[in-house]
């Protein structure tokens, strides 16, 4: 069992940045790949960002691509969402996920194991 715990949400202004940090329960945080989500109000769950487990392989939606950065320290047993150049369009609540079955990373949210219980982004304008 992993539990998953996100920090880092708040409110910024449209261009500015912020870090989400996802600490992991347990001793096994490196036997699975992580991944970032985020849910805006009538949207679906999407995904934005995924890690492979040694962090050597990054996966980003194109919506993101150049302004997020995914990282993972597992001797900490924590991942990372760095979050720049935001905008309001970004504003929803972020979750991070892990999935022990992935053969490099996941991006559809069935394919997760565990979710955090998210944290709240709210861009303006």
């Known amino acids: 069992q992993v539990q998953l715990v996100e920090s880092g949400g708040g409110l910024v202004q449209a261009g500015g940045s912020l870090r989400l940090s996802c600490a992991a329960s347990?001793?096994?945080?490196?036997?699975?790949?992580m991944g970032w989500f985020r849910q805006a109000p009538g949207k679906e769950r999407d995904c934005l960002a995924a890690?492979?487990?040694?962090?050597?392989?990054?996966y980003y939606a194109d919506s993101v691509k150049g302004r997020f950065t995914v990282s993972r320290d597992n001797a900490k047993n924590t991942a990372y969402l760095e979050m720049n150049s935001l905008k309001p369009e970004d504003t929803a609540v972020y979750y991070c996920a892990a999935v022990r079955k992935a053969t490099i990373w996941a991006t559809e949210t069935t394919q997760y194991d565990y979710w955090g219980q998210g944290t709240q982004v709210t861009v303006s304008s």
């Open positions: 890690i492979s487990r040694s962090g050597g392989f990054t």
């Open positions: 347990g001793r096994t945080f490196s036997s699975y790949a």
